[in-house]
């Protein structure tokens, strides 16, 4: 059954490292160093996010979403530098049309979702074994929000927020003034000359 990714949001999350090899630190020493993904989607809406921890088996908890993916999705890996933005280290690349032909729709956006299978890193600029990366991914239908309407409706509560709190103080000033309600301060005081 083929569906097509257009009207759809793809997420794309626990996106998983195997078998990365340990890196040289500044010092000479080889470890596990903190990796940083960047997942984009048709070249664009690229996201961020680090590893929950270090290891050969690295994990990233973030869920990323792309709203009309078409072309292809891509997540590029960094070794985290606490002084530079990162040293790139590979990536993968997966045709959105691909994922759409092996995925379920879900309207709901809850779902487990569907694992890729592992895919080396391309480029890979690292010593030993070439490492991989997979993801688990679903599509569902595309949830709009009218932006216009929305701020529509903020102006017009901050709008009525405002009117509360007129009517509350005219009402304040009005009881400590000594007039009661639907009375004007004038009915209140005796005139000279009245009875």
């Known amino acids: 059954m083929s569906e097509t990714a257009s009207n759809k949001e793809l997420h794309i999350f626990d996106i998983c490292g195997h078998g990365f090899p340990k890196f040289h630190t500044t010092f000479g020493v080889k470890r596990h160093n903190h990796l940083s993904i960047e997942v ?27 709203g009309d993916p078409s072309g292809s999705v891509s997540i590029r890996l960094f070794i ?3 002084f530079s ?4 280290i590979g990536e993968i690349q997966e045709e959105v049309a691909k994922l759409a032909l092996g995925s379920t729709t879900v ?13 080396p890193l391309r480029n890979f600029t690292g010593d030993g074994p070439t490492p ?9 239908a595309k949830t709009s929000l009218n932006v216009a309407g929305l701020d529509e409706m903020q102006r ?5 927020e405002k009117a509360i709190v007129k009517f509350n103080t ?3 000033n009005l009881d400590s003034s000594g007039s009661r309600y639907g009375e004007s301060a004038s009915d209140n005081r005796s005139s000279p000359g009245a009875p």
């Not at 809406?45 to 979403?65: A, K, L, Y």
């Not at 933005?85 to 790139?88: K, L, P, T």
């Not at 991989?132 to 569902?140: L, M």
């Not at 017009?156 to 009525?160: D, I, S």
């Open 80 to 82: 985290k530098h606490a």
């Open 107 to 119: 309207n709901n956006g809850v779902d487990g979702g569907q694992r890729t299978e592992p895919q």
């Open 85 to 88: 933005g990162g040293e790139f």
């Open 40 to 66: 984009a989607c048709d070249g664009a809406h690229r996201q961020r996010s680090d590893t929950i921890g270090q290891g050969s088996e690295p994990q990233w908890s973030q869920t990323f979403v792309f």
């Open 132 to 140: 991989s990366i997979s993801f688990r991914y679903f599509f569902s």
């Open 170 to 172: 005219a009402t304040e």
């Open 156 to 160: 017009a509560k901050e709008a009525a």
